[in-house]
């Protein structure tokens, strides 16, 4: 028994196992371009939409100064942005959040989108 069990165990090993993108936040930098004209990542500053600065981690709808959907607000009760979140997201906006104010369609590769996260996950090592 222990000999079929040791080979399961070894034979579920060699299974590929599904992996989040990780992304390059050099190539998030250029593919948030077109994020850019709403928001600023490397600021604490609002523009149309609010900062992204900080985003991965932070609650969603939660900074002060920036007055937000009521769509957003009630979605992003007891939510935090983490990677999945913003990959949901961020592949179409209206979709997840009925009645959001961002006119943006979405990200619709999947490569942009993993590399859009990287990049706000730490935008100084995007190259900006």
């Not at 939510?79 to 990959?87: F, I, P």
């Not at 997201?89 to 979709?95: H, I, M, R």
């Not at 490569?111 to 900006?128: E, S």
Request: glycine share 8%.
């Amino acid at each position: 028994m222990k000999t079929s069990s040791m080979l399961m165990l070894l034979s579920s090993l060699a299974l590929p196992l599904p992996a989040l993108a990780e992304g390059d936040p050099v190539a998030g930098a250029k593919a948030f371009k077109v994020c850019s004209a709403c928001h600023i990542a490397t600021e604490a500053k609002n523009k149309v939409g609010p900062t992204l600065q900080g985003v991965v981690g932070r609650p969603v709808a939660s900074i002060a100064d920036y007055k937000y959907s009521t769509a957003m607000t009630e979605f992003g009760q007891g939510k935090v942005w983490d990677e999945a979140l913003l990959t949901e997201y961020l592949k179409a906006p209206k979709a997840v959040v009925k009645g959001t104010k961002m006119a943006f369609a979405g990200v619709k590769k999947d490569d942009d989108l993993a590399n859009i996260i990287a990049y706000l996950k730490d935008p100084a090592a995007g190259g900006q």
